[in-house]
């Protein structure tokens, strides 16, 4: 599944757009789907950005990312891929951010599956076992928000989880692309560049490799004069 990301990615890189959908302008349904797709903030006098991290296979990541939380006063929208044990393993540091309001958790399915690629029943499944396992862990409801996984989606897709009460699909329109083949050197190349009021950039919870490095992110955030946001916060 990381490989596949790490493909998006490039992706993204190439295009220097952000994510992209698999309806392209003339399919049919296009512009009904597309309306509802958030890919950045709106526009503020405030400079501020989303940082959203997304999946969770490392456990010690996210404990990094919850410290630095409280420790610098960062928001971030963790977009949970709930079949991992982190969440279980960070259950007191989440639920204390959660409480702060400086977490929010987001959809980001229970197996990551391609939900292109899914029936209904199994798009649904994947769905709602993440919002389940969130909501008994933590009493806590993502809606509206969640992320397909590798931000792929079509008509169905938003259908089945309009109809479950998720209608805000989060895209993202920058990337630190803190995994994979990348290093240091490309991991500040990237905040440098994606990292600016505005946007909803996209990190991933998979290695510590983000937070390794975390001082040198975070002074492209202060240099540049940046508050953190949670979609919550921004989009109600
Ligand atoms: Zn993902």
Redesign the pocket.
């Known amino acids: 599944m990381v490989g596949i ?1 790490v493909d998006r990615r490039t992706f993204l890189k190439a295009t220097a757009v952000g994510a992209a959908s698999l309806l392209v302008p003339g399919d049919p349904g296009y512009a009904a789907t597309a309306s509802k797709v958030i890919w950045s903030l709106p526009t503020s006098k405030t400079q501020r950005f989303a940082w959203t991290v ?2 969770g296979v490392s456990s010690r990541a996210v404990t990094d990312y919850l410290k630095f939380s409280s420790r610098y006063d960062l928001k971030f929208t963790f ?1 949970v ?1 709930s079949c991992y044990q982190t969440w279980q393993e960070n259950k007191a540091g989440i639920a204390a951010g959660l409480a702060s309001g400086r977490i929010q958790l987001g959809n ?1 399915s229970h197996t ?1 599956k391609n939900w292109t690629h899914l029936t209904e029943k199994l798009i649904r499944q994947d769905l709602m076992g993440c919002h389940n396992r969130m909501l008994d862990m933590f009493g806590y409801d993502m809606r509206p928000y969640f992320r397909p ?2 931000g792929l989606y079509n008509d169905q897709v938003l259908a089945v989880a309009a109809a479950e009460g998720y209608t805000k699909p989060m895209m993202w329109n920058g990337s630190l692309a803190d995994s994979g083949s990348t290093n240091e050197k490309a991991l500040i190349r990237n905040a440098k560049t994606w990292i600016g009021s505005g946007r909803i950039v996209i990190d ?1 919870a998979n290695s510590t490799f983000t937070a390794d490095h975390f001082s040198d992110v975070l002074n492209v955030v202060r240099s540049r004069g940046l508050s953190t946001v949670t979609l919550r916060e921004v989009f109600g």
């Open positions: 990301e997304d999946d977009f891929t980001h990551h996984p590798y991933h």
